[in-house]
């Protein structure tokens, strides 16, 4: 069975720092494109960033980019989102997304909520 875990949201305020992590297994992660998407209320899901398997490919939202750091450890099936200089309309809920290179099909985690907020 595919899992993919969120964790590492909360309650920050303006200019703060989160790192946001998932956990995935039941797929073999080494040959799984990794991305980062977020959604807040009353707006479409948005890709934040993208970590194929070339962890060095890595692609953001220019909304995010040069606040934001995606990255994967093979070693422990995990993907990871360092987030600084978080603003306001960061707050959403962020979610990992897992495709394997073979496979036409993904995987969504649960979700993870981040609240940027003085």
């Known amino acids: 069975q595919v899992s993919l875990v969120e964790s590492g949201g909360g309650l920050v305020q303006p200019g703060g720092s989160l790192r946001l992590s998932c956990a995935v297994s039941?797929?073999?992660?080494?040959?799984?494109?990794m991305s980062w998407h977020r959604q807040a209320p009353g707006k479409e899901r948005e890709l934040v960033a993208t970590?194929?398997?070339?962890?060095?490919?890595?692609t953001y939202a220019d909304s995010v980019k040069g606040r934001f750091s995606a990255s994967r450890d093979n070693a422990k099936n995990s993907v990871y989102l360092q987030m600084s200089s978080l603003k306001p309309e960061d707050t959403a809920t962020y979610y990992c997304?897992?495709?394997?290179?073979?496979?036409?099909?993904?995987?969504w985690g649960q979700g993870t909520q981040v609240t940027v907020s003085s």
């Open positions: 970590i194929p398997t070339a962890a060095d490919s890595t």
């Open positions: 997304f897992g495709r394997p290179l073979w496979s036409s099909k993904g995987y």
């Open positions: 039941g797929i073999t992660f080494s040959t799984t494109s």
